[in-house]
């Protein structure tokens, strides 16, 4: 009978040793999924900046183009600006 009982401790032992490295997996689990959320979120940010960073560009290269002075090009630059944010507003109020 001692034999039964050693073999359903040992068995006992290892099923809990088991449901604590799982548990361990899951909240490992757990942490990977924030930092990916993370990092996707900062993808996000960065396609958002460089999406930014490429209209920037087009301005300045529409702003050449014209033959402005550097104040009408800045002048020119900021309008297309506000243009552009009330453009995204609108769109966002479409959307919602």
């Known amino acids: ?11 006992f032992k290892k099923i809990q040793l ?3 490295k799982n548990q361990k997996l899951e909240e490992s689990n757990t942490g ?14 960065l396609n958002k ?3 930014s960073l490429k209209e920037q ?3 300045i290269k529409a ?10 090009r ?6 297309l600006k506000e243009f552009m944010e009330e453009i995204d507003d609108c769109l966002a109020k479409l959307i919602q």
């Open 74 to 79: 800045a002048v020119t630059k900021q309008q």
């Open 1 to 11: 009978m001692a034999k039964i009982d050693d073999k359903w401790a040992r068995i």
């Open 18 to 20: 088991i449901l604590e």
């Open 63 to 72: 702003a050449k183009e014209v033959h402005l002075s550097e104040k009408e």
């Open 49 to 51: 900046e460089k999406e």
């Open 32 to 45: 990977f999924e924030l930092k990916i959320s993370a990092l996707e979120n900062k993808i996000s940010e």
């Open 57 to 59: 560009i087009q301005y």
